[in-house]
């Protein structure tokens, strides 16, 4: 039933969609980086319906539950450090989702900015090996969710080496800028 609902909200939203503040329905593809200000990589292409109906665990045992990638729709007693904001009084599912009074989902560029927009505050994180806090531009925000998982899933699973980019492969995942 839950793969069912998921492949139905995906399939309701056929196409690309572009970064939306917030929606309330799961996108079959999104475009990471459409404005990148990098002159070498440009968009990234991501297929959300594969990462939230595969098993994409990095042991490749299990569905990635919504909170891996969007981490404030959870209740504050869920949070993990460093995450420290917290969006829901549930934890975001498909079927949580879909319930009349739920709250929509925000993009992750609703919080992570574009880095030099000041329009908000830019969440930031600090390593104790930094002198200075990280700020969790999107760029940065991107780069640590999907690097972080995608090196845990190739050290789990080495057969995945070089099918599955980490983080020093960056042409798998931009397209060529310009």
């Known amino acids: 039933m839950k793969y069912t609902i998921i492949l139905l909200l995906a399939l309701v939203s056929l196409g690309l969609v572009a970064q939306e503040k917030e929606s309330k329905t799961q996108p079959k593809e999104v475009t990471l980086s459409k404005d990148s200000q990098s002159d070498k990589y440009g968009d990234v292409p991501f297929n ?3 990462h939230s ?3 994409y665990s990095p042991d490749g ?3 990635l539950s919504c909170v891996e990638c969007h981490h404030t729709d959870q209740p504050p007693a869920s949070l993990k450090p460093p995450l420290k904001t917290s969006e829901r009084a549930v934890l975001l599912t498909t ?3 879909a319930a009349a009074d739920a ?3 925000k993009s992750c560029r609703a919080c992570h ?4 927009d000041d329009s908000a505050p830019m969440p930031a994180i600090q390593y104790p090996d930094k002198p200075a806090p990280t700020k969790l531009n999107n760029e940065v925000a991107y780069h640590l969710n999907c690097n972080i998982c995608h090196d845990k899933a190739i050290a789990a699973r080495p057969a995945l080496k070089g099918k599955v980019p ?3 492969d960056c042409i798998p995942c931009h397209k060529p800028a310009g």
């Not at 900015?113 to 030099?116: E, P, S, V």
């Open 61 to 63: 045992q299990a569905v």
């Open 166 to 168: 980490g983080s020093n």
């Open 48 to 50: 959300h319906e594969n």
């Open 103 to 105: 709250k929509p989902v």
């Open 53 to 55: 109906i595969k098993k």
């Open 95 to 97: 079927e949580s989702l």
């Open 113 to 116: 900015l574009q880095a030099g």
